[in-house]
């Protein structure tokens, strides 16, 4: 289940989401031809990925901040920007383009503590900016809760677009990675679920003043739960490409 779009592009210029998306595929492409030696990605990431046992015991707590900007992979890289682009820019209207990078970069921290804290002893560097960017589909969640959101599900061979409501997308999302939180060994490697689902409870606890101050609930029947601009109109277009009978 992809998130491909939402129908709520903000009406003001996400100058900061670009800004870190550039900065995250500039970075990303500054090493990436590391990834054919091994001793040479190995040290670098030891020296600039966030290692959970390293700030523990107090030192590299630098690498809370580069780590955000590292990534393991074209995939890896590719998933998160797509999430951030999908749901940045209607936060950064909301907040405000220096309040929205606070907001982004306080949401990366505290994921990344939230995952010292479930494995404080594990010497498994931990890259990506999946924290930062689930503290804005926190925030996201709580402001624009009925916003649509287009989806791919994708079963085997069968690949539909589906519109659902931002609440079930990031519900679902959000659900599954305390799940594999609890169901997952940390020291086993692979995905930080508690990342990204500290990442997320943070991100969703920094909107609450905004969401109080916009009047709570009344802000929510104001807007019908979406971002209070017109919705955008999105068509589907029937392929040309044709169809080959069955046999």
Known sequence: MLPIRDHNPSERTPYVTYILMALNIGIFLSYVAMFN???AINGF?????????????GDMTHTLFTSMFLHGGWMHLAGN?????????????EFGHFWYLVFYLASGFAAGYAHVLAD??????????SGAIAG????????????????????????????VPAWLMLGVWFGLQLFNGVAVDPASGG?????HAGGFIIGFVFCI?????????????????HPPH?????????????KVARK
């Open 230 to 242: 017109p919705e955008a109109t999105y068509r589907y277009v029937r392929s040309n490409v044709p």
């Open 209 to 225: 003043p905004s969401w109080i101050r916009h009047g709570a609930t009344n802000y929510w029947r104001k807007t019908d739960g």
């Open 136 to 163: 804005v589909m926190g925030g996201y969640l709580l402001l624009f809760p009925r916003a649509r959101v287009d989806i791919l599900l994708i079963l085997i061979v069968f690949f539909r677009i589906f519109s």
């Open 45 to 57: 990431f030891r020296t600039w990925a966030m290692i959970p046992a390293n700030v523990s015991n």
């Open 191 to 195: 995905v930080a679920y508690w990342a």
């Open 37 to 39: 030696d091994a001793a």
């Open 120 to 129: 404080p002893g594990s010497t498994i560097p931990t890259v990506g900016a």
């Open 81 to 93: 920007m797509l999430f951030l682009w999908i749901f940045g820019d209607n936060l950064e209207e």
